[in-house]
């Protein structure tokens, strides 16, 4: 069976060096470690996409401690920031609840029978006391039977109730959790200011968090605010002046209770936001137990959660004081009512403007009246741990993606050998490139000029950080560029459908993330299995020099789970798969990005020469002229390259066969191929 976690990385891939960045040197990630986790309580924020520059960025913190950049990092904005959009968020849970109207107005219904049932429960009560005290047995006796017949009927009403409103939750709850999960995926590069572990929690605690509070309010608090309203209605009906009475009290209650309300949302908000850095913090450590092993930091490790959870446990704490504060608070205004109320009922029992039964049935419903309040209080936290988590959780969702979809997408032109030769028209073209990636203030592309023809294979060297894998990034729309324009055969890929570009333009990055699935699974990502051609898959793995080991040196062949992130696989295993995958989906330009680093001298010539040939014969086949670019440091990789393009400090330095840019004495190239001659 397919993993579902592994279908689930869309298309749309994190731009090369995000991925690349996870897999620095143990050194340099030690380094990030160490700035994250030594001071976890300053809320140090090490983005993925910068990991590979090592740049330990503490984020902007707000007032109330918490890290408020990042397109997905509005979901970890402070919270005065996500206070502002409470009516935006009642706003879409409504419209969420909207789809279920229907079953909430035969809910509502059903809340009202039982408040009904109540009022009429309060008379019968009167009754069977006014019976007894005439001395009237039959009477009470029937009384007291319509009673129980009434409070079965209320039962088997709020039942009923109970069952829709939880259905509504349910559904409401599995539909935010796909959107969101939509969204993250959408957001793709740009989720990487947003880390792993925090972004689980979201789509599983907090979803489950927002629909408990939302049946909780549902199910608790709004029947006992129907039942409050219906209550009190019928108090006013029986005296307004004892009603007047216990309203006076209800200032008083406000003012207790409005404190209290912002001394456990600040609270709650912390709890909340301690948990998603400490899953988190929790996944990158266990995701790197190795490391951790490697540099015995287990007890640095655990202190540095230690310390997460320390703050997260006096914030609950605190929180669980004040929650345990408004029981009593609300008792003794309660209390203070109550002695209000006798005082001034006994005043008019005395001047006769009220009777014995009249002032018993007052009483029951004082009874009736305490247990919505009752609700609402045991209630209100959970209630405010949903909202907290709904108010992160919309901001997540309006988060927009950097790159999108245009309104009006074209189409990309299929380009024969024929159509090539007349009408030049490029496979790629970099007009005039700039981009700076956000927040950095640096460009990383300075005016990129490239035109890559179909049919060519073209490598690009330089140093480190010269601009290839972001080049690659811009080349598969992973970003936008500041200024100029990518063209994909000669249309703007800002107009392009991103299925379209990334179908037409596959990258294989140097990591090569594999799922924990199974070869097979891996190499045929994004089909689902009725779809799947085995010949097809065989033929990419042959390509590929995959074949051999799966087929001899797994256990089970194509079927052999590959482990987290292809564990029980090694380095160049993994590559050799990332490619077949790449080749599974027959894209028409296929981008290496140090993609056969791991490889050993003999299998990376091996693939290379295996792809060289699958681009030869696919474009006499097919008509369709494929181009090769793969990026590269071991300079013996390129030497057969049609053309070798040169980075240096974001801009093309050189660009030529490997011969014309020999010939350049004082050239980067023959530098950098000298330097690697070199003994
Ligand atoms: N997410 C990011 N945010 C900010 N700056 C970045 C980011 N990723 C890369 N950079 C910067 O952009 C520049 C180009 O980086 P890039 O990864 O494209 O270099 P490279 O040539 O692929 O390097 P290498 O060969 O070491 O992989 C570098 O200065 C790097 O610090």
Redesign the pocket.
């Known amino acids: 069976m397919r993993s579902v976690g592994f279908q689930a990385v869309a298309a749309c891939r994190p ?4 991925r ?2 996870l897999a620095p040197s143990c050194r340099q990630q030690r380094a990030v470690w160490v700035a994250r986790w030594r001071a976890p309580h300053r809320r140090l924020s090490i ?1 993925a ?2 990991l ?2 090592l ?1 330990c960025t503490a984020s902007p913190v707000a007032s109330d401690g918490v890290r408020s950049d990042g397109p997905l990092g509005d979901a970890s904005t402070s919270l005065s920031v996500l206070q502002v959009r409470r009516g935006a968020t009642y706003r879409h849970l409504f419209h969420r609840f909207q789809r279920h109207l229907s079953l909430l107005l035969v809910a509502l219904l059903l809340a009202l029978a039982a408040t009904a049932c109540l009022i009429v429960l309060v008379r019968l009560f009167s009754e069977v006391t006014g019976a007894v005290g005439a001395g009237d047995t039959r009477g009470a006796l029937r009384a007291a039977l319509l009673c129980v017949s009434v409070l079965t009927a209320r039962s088997l009403v709020q039942f009923v109730h109970d069952v829709l409103l939880c259905e509504t939750c349910v559904q409401v709850e599995t539909h935010l959790r796909h959107d969101l999960v939509d969204k993250i995926l959408a957001i793709g590069s740009d989720a ?1 200011d947003a880390e792993t572990g925090e972004l689980v929690y979201r789509a599983t605690a907090e979803v489950e968090r927002v629909s408990s509070a939302c049946l909780t309010v549902l199910r608790g608090l709004l029947p006992s605010a129907v039942q409050f309203v219906g209550v009190l209605a019928y108090m006013i009906y029986l005296s307004p002046v004892l009603t007047a009475s216990v309203l006076l009290t209800a200032p008083l209650m406000s003012v207790v209770y409005g404190s209290l309300e912002r001394r456990l949302e600040r609270h709650v908000h912390r709890v909340q936001q301690g948990m998603a850095r400490y899953a988190s913090m929790a996944t990158e450590a266990f995701r790197s137990v190795r490391l951790v092993q490697a540099y015995s930091a287990e007890r640095f490790v655990q202190r540095s959660l230690d310390a997460v959870a320390g703050e997260m446990k006096r914030a609950k704490l605190r929180a669980s004081r004040v929650r345990a504060l408004i029981a009593p608070a609300v008792s003794i205004c309660y209390a203070f009512t109550v002695l209000v109320l006798l005082a001034i009922s006994a005043a008019c029992v005395a001047r006769g403007l009220l009777s014995a039964k009249q002032l018993v049935a007052f009483l029951a419903s004082m009874a009736f009246l305490i247990e919505p309040i009752q609700a609402f209080v045991s209630h209100f936290g959970s209630v405010k741990e949903g909202e907290n988590a709904a108010l992160r959780l919309f901001a997540m969702m309006e988060a927009e993606a950097r790159v999108r979809d245009p309104p009006a997408s074209q189409r990309l032109r299929t380009i024969g050998l024929t159509t090539v030769t007349t009408a030049a028209v490029a496979e790629l073209h970099l007009q005039d490139v700039w981009f ?5 203030e ?1 460009y ?2 300075r005016g990129v000029e490239l035109v890559i023809w179909p049919g060519e294979r073209v490598a690009i060297v ?12 811009l080349l598969c729309r992973a970003y936008d560029p500041t200024r100029g324009c990518v063209r994909i055969r000669g249309v703007d890929v800002r107009q392009l459908a991103l299925a379209d570009v990334r179908r037409h333009l596959c990258v294989v990055p ?1 990591d090569a993330p594999l799922l924990s699935g199974s070869v097979r699974d891996n190499i045929t990502f994004g089909w689902a299995d009725a779809d799947v051609d085995d010949g097809r898959l065989e033929a990419a793995a042959r390509l590929a020099r995959a074949h051999d080991f799966i087929v001899h040196a797994l256990p089970h062949g194509y079927d052999t789970r590959v482990g987290e992130g292809g564990a029980c696989l090694s380095g160049g295993q993994r590559q050799r798969i990332a490619i077949a995958r790449a080749l599974y989906r027959d894209p028409s330009v296929l981008v290496l ?2 993609a056969w680093s791991a490889l050993d001298t003999e299998n990376e010539a091996l693939v290379q020469r295996a792809l060289e040939e699958l681009f030869q014969s696919s474009s006499s086949s097919s008509g369709l002229r494929k181009t090769m670019i793969w ?1 590269a ?1 071991r300079l013996s990789s390129v030497r057969h390259a049609d053309r070798i393009i040169v ?1 240096e400090d ?1 801009a093309v330095a050189e660009s030529g066969t490997h011969e014309q840019l020999m010939r350049r004495r004082d050239g980067r190239y023959a530098a950098l191929y000298a330097a690697q001659m070199r003994p």
Do not use: F, I
């Open positions: 731009p090369v060096h995000h690349r960045g983005r996409s910068r590979p520059a740049k990487g700076r990636y956000p927040h950095a640096r990383a592309l330089g140093g480190s950080g010269s601009g290839k894998s972001t080049l690659v990034a140097q990005d140090e990026v440091h980075m974001g």
